[in-house]
């Protein structure tokens, strides 16, 4: 067992921190003891000296090495480095479509259909969820560390065999294993997210990541058309894995492990209402109790020093930094399809995965109606309808990320001071709206290309990013204040339920517009789009019911 004084293998025991007696460690894949459920109420503001503060959700520990202590230039630094990584992986995946338009000719006259050209974006986005069925169990078991590490060398050599290419086989099969590498920005990315960052900054800072992600992201596609057009589009792909050499360089060097056991105190599990409570127990804790116990933005204690070492370099450069606990691979995989039974979870993944399969849609059929008549666009400039969705990626920053952020607070206050995980989907109202409006846009201006401008074409390919932004940034935020003891198969629910349906409504898309048509088929989309808001409006008002309800499987 660890202690204080054996600060190197803190995560196979005790809590650095954890003086009391009874203190109940969370593990990422175990429960606390029974008799009481957390359901993620929790108080996240308090009076203190007649002003209110935030409580720092979860507490942060007096050691050093604690994720939760690291500076905050080194907290940015690292969302920078592994923002960066996400993009060079998702970048080969995701952007293709604006590309899809130079591969064309290439493999038509090898006689390969559209349909299996088209399964160049669409299997490898399929693999992206399903690669995590492996990784996070082991990143739940080894570390974040060695996978983000592996991984980002997976990533490096899946590109440089697409840079070598010299059939469509060879192309597709390195690209899944692209697609595989790449899947650790869906998973790893926001836990690592989760770790370094308090209950209040999260939204913040994964919409940050995503919306870098997508202005990086769209710069290098737009000027990679012309760079395919003049050298060749595999130098679309060396271009990546040179970025990809550079993440994984990086990495060693500034993204250290972020791992640590907590008690479950720190994630206000003592705060939290069981599901044999109401919230007039909660709001009994008095104010004076939490002021004096809980840390806030303004009140945090100091690092103990004496007790255990700093943080240095050659602590940070360690691969391997926790006991291996192998025991907790299957145990993830269990409560991931535990998750799925809840009501609230089953939402969020089944309509992050639906509509990313619209977009996947979109993506497919756009550039081609780009470059037909009427609109006769040249193929090098498809690429530019991706400078859209700058405005979007900057706008998605303060709306998603710290109006959301903002409003769980506000909403806090308002509540006695007592947070709900279903103030965050406030923030998914109107992007649900929008979503419903775009589908109709596209159907009518992909149907009906001689009737209406291109914008129709452009515009909700380009705004349809906000909804993206929305349902995962929103989505994954709202489950992880539900259940932070399960943050990795959350992710794992999250990612693999992605792929698996946005693979489904998407891999089909060609054969379905030739057999109802555009407009019918994004009917049915902006349909499905409605039947999600209207879900969202009874979780917003239940939500808590549910939560209550399934805690006994997610404690």
């Given at each position: 067992m660890a202690t204080p004084q054996d600060p190197e293998k803190?995560?196979?025991g005790m809590h650095p921190t954890s003086s009391a007696k009874g203190d109940t460690i969370v593990h990422e894949t175990e429960s606390p003891s029974e008799g009481r459920l957390f359901?993620?109420?929790?108080?996240l503001t308090t009076s203190k000296d007649r002003k209110e503060e935030v409580v720092l959700i979860p507490q942060?520990?007096?050691?050093?090495r604690d994720p939760l202590n690291i500076a905050k230039w080194q907290k940015l630094l690292m969302l920078g480095l592994i923002t960066f990584y996400s993009i060079t992986g998702?970048?080969?995946i995701n952007s293709l479509g604006s590309l899809l338009v130079f591969f064309i000719p290439e493999y038509q006259a090898e006689g390969i259909s559209m349909q299996r050209i088209s399964g160049l974006i669409t299997y490898p986005s399929l693999l992206v969820g399903l690669g995590n069925i492996l990784s996070m169990p082991l990143v739940l078991s080894i570390g974040r560390r060695p996978v983000y590490l592996a991984s980002n060398l997976v990533l490096l050599i899946g590109l440089i065999l697409c840079a070598t290419s010299k059939s469509f086989e060879w192309h597709f099969a390195a690209r899944c294993i692209v697609a595989f590498a790449a899947a650790q920005s869906e998973a790893t990315v926001p836990l690592i997210i989760q770790d370094i960052f308090f209950l209040h900054q999260r939204a913040r800072a994964y919409q940050v990541w995503a919306s870098a992600q997508t202005l990086i992201q769209s710069a290098l596609v737009?000027?990679?058309s012309y760079m395919t057009r003049d050298v060749g589009w595999r130098s679309w792909y060396g271009l990546l894995a040179a970025m990809a050499g550079a993440s994984l360089l990086l990495g060693i060097v500034f993204v250290p492990e972020t791992y640590y056991d907590r008690p479950a105190e720190a994630w206000g599990f003592k705060d939290s209402v069981s599901n044999t409570s109401n919230r007039a127990d909660l709001q009994e804790t008095t104010t004076t109790e939490i002021s004096t116990q809980k840390?806030?933005?303004?009140?945090r204690h100091s690092l103990d020093l004496a007790s255990y070492p700093p943080r240095t370099l050659s602590s940070d450069l360690r691969v391997f930094v926790m006991t291996p606990d192998y025991s907790c691979i299957l145990r993830t995989l269990k409560q991931a399809v535990q998750l799925l039974a809840f009501p609230h979870v089953a939402w969020i993944a089944l309509m992050n995965g639906v509509i990313i399969g619209f977009d996947i849609s979109i993506i497919i059929t756009y550039g081609p109606i780009l470059v037909a008549?009427?609109?006769n666009w040249p193929e090098t400039s498809v690429s530019l309808t991706q400078i859209g969705q700058f405005p979007v990626?900057?706008?998605a920053i303060p709306l998603l990320g710290w109006f959301s952020d903002r409003s769980v607070i506000w909403m806090a206050r308002r509540n006695k001071g007592v947070h709900e995980p279903e103030f965050r989907l406030l923030t998914l109202v109107f992007p649900l709206i929008l979503c419903m409006i775009l589908m109709i846009v596209y159907g009518l201006g992909a149907q009906n290309p001689f009737k209406y401008h291109w914008m129709a074409i452009v515009f909700p390919q380009d705004v349809i990013l906000l909804v993206l932004f929305a349902c995962n940034t929103v989505g994954l935020t709202y489950l992880l204040d539900a259940h932070p003891q399960r943050a990795g198969p959350i992710c794992v629910v999250i990612c693999v339920c992605r792929g698996l349906i946005s693979f489904g409504v998407s891999r089909n898309t060609v054969t379905y517009v030739d057999n109802i048509g555009f407009l019918n088929l994004f009917g049915i989309y902006t349909g499905m789009v409605g039947v999600f808001a209207v879900v969202c409006v009874a979780v917003f008002f239940w939500g808590k019911r549910l939560r209550m309800l399934c805690a006994r499987w997610a404690n």
């Open positions: 803190f995560a196979t359901n993620g109420t929790i108080k942060p520990s007096a050691d050093p998702l970048c080969a737009m000027g990679s840390q806030t933005e303004t009140s008549p009427p609109y990626a900057f706008l």
